[in-house]
């Protein structure tokens, strides 16, 4: 195109002028139409976009169930009953466009009115899983577990105690000598279903148990101290209940072996608390330790008859791994730090004792510690 010229006179000028001008609104014309056009089409867009699909982040939460087996429209339409999306539509769309993933069952924490991609994103996130739990802590009795169980589930505490006391029939190892499954109950964090029973809680348990000892070894290394498997368990769970620091674990294992061994009585007050039916307290009354229960090692020589907890990981491995030495006696004497003396001797013993009764006389706090109750 060859360059226009500028006009030479006037009145060339001004046809000039007026032929640039018609040119100018015309192309105005033609880009205000266009954005009109883009407008509008966009505008139309989100009009159907809004009718099948919420826009936005959402608001507020909802819990909301996805039973197990359901497929995806089964799934949108409890979400749009929910209020969670807007359309069976736009689910299926927004899962056809992410390769129509797996959602598994369980109950879900999502927010009302959501787009149904950001819904099935957060199905797919398993935070925003609804997960009810229950805590069994290391060193409980199998009474305390049975009351945690019935606090969470509601499950009565005859059933419950039924299941225990039936321990072939939720997975204890052959080598159990018990008539109850004190000992085996797991202490770990475990997920309960909407529908819990006292067996299926138990099996999951004892399974766990079963899952640890074998990862110890633990019925070998006990042939290797010379002790049966329920010994080596009865031993780690008086471990759980005297000390609480790593590295006092296994020297007190090998203070149990080595009064077995030299035939005098343990003579440990966490046995007998147990067998008394106490808890809470290090202290115990001149008539708990003249007990004649089985359990008060202070009046029978060897292990109690079975386990007083359910012990820990740390405990079970130090009892089938004790540090070699010659400790006779230990004494916690300082039981809220957890500092723990061992001795060979008496006298050493004896030392120790003194510094416990002193901690326990040092502050009202200490006291209560010591004998549960206000001086």
């Known amino acids: 195109m060859s360059e226009e010229k500028p006009p030479r006179d006037f009145s060339e000028f001004w046809r000039w002028l007026r032929n640039a001008f018609a040119v100018l609104v015309s192309l105005s014309v033609l880009i205000a139409g266009g954005w009109f056009v883009v407008d509008r089409v966009k505008s139309m867009m989100a009009e ?76 797919q996130d398993t935070k925003n899983i609804i997960r009810n ?23 009565k505490k005859k059933d419950i105690e039924k299941v225990f006391n039936a321990p072939k029939t939720v997975g204890v190892p052959d080598w159990n000598e018990g008539k109850t499954i004190e000992g085996f109950l797991f202490p770990d964090t475990y997920e309960l279903p909407d529908n819990p029973t006292a067996k299926a809680l138990t099996q999951s348990a004892v399974k766990q148990f079963n899952a640890v000892i074998k990862s110890l070894d633990f019925t070998a290394k006990a042939r290797e101290n010379k002790v049966s498997s329920y010994q080596a368990l009865i031993v ?36 007998t608390a147990y067998g008394v039916g106490k808890t809470g307290v290090m202290e115990l009354s001149s008539k708990d330790l003249k007990s004649k229960s089985p359990y008060n090692t202070r009046e029978f020589a060897g292990l109690p008859p079975g386990p007083i907890t359910s012990p820990s990981k740390a405990a079970l491995e130090a009892a089938v791994n004790p540090q070699k030495g010659k400790w006779l006696y230990f004494v916690v004497v300082d039981p809220a730090a957890g500092d723990t003396e061992f001795s060979e001797t008496y006298e050493d013993f004896l030392k120790s004792k003194a510094k416990y009764k002193a901690w326990c006389q040092a502050t009202d706090e200490n006291y209560k510690v010591c004998f549960g109750k206000d001086r």
């Open 236 to 271: 780690a769970s008086i471990i759980d209940k005297e000390v609480n620091r790593p590295e006092d674990r296994p020297k007190v294992a090998q203070v149990i072996y080595n009064r077995i061994a030299k035939k005098m009585k343990l003579e440990m007050d966490s046995t």
């Open 133 to 155: 739990t229950i805590r069994f802590p290391e060193g409980n009795r199998l009474s305390q577990q049975q009351a945690l169980i019935t606090k969470a589930t509601g499950i």
């Open 48 to 123: 159907v976009k809004t009718s099948e699909d919420y826009i936005g982040e959402g608001s507020g939460e909802i819990e909301v169930v996805i039973p197990a087996g359901s497929g995806g429209s089964q799934i949108a339409q409890i979400l749009v009953e929910a209020d969670v999306i807007k359309t069976v539509k736009s689910f299926q769309k927004a899962a056809r466009a992410a390769g129509d993933p797996v959602i598994q069952a369980g109950k879900f924490k999502l927010r009302r009115q959501m787009p149904a991609n950001l819904a099935l994103t957060m199905l």
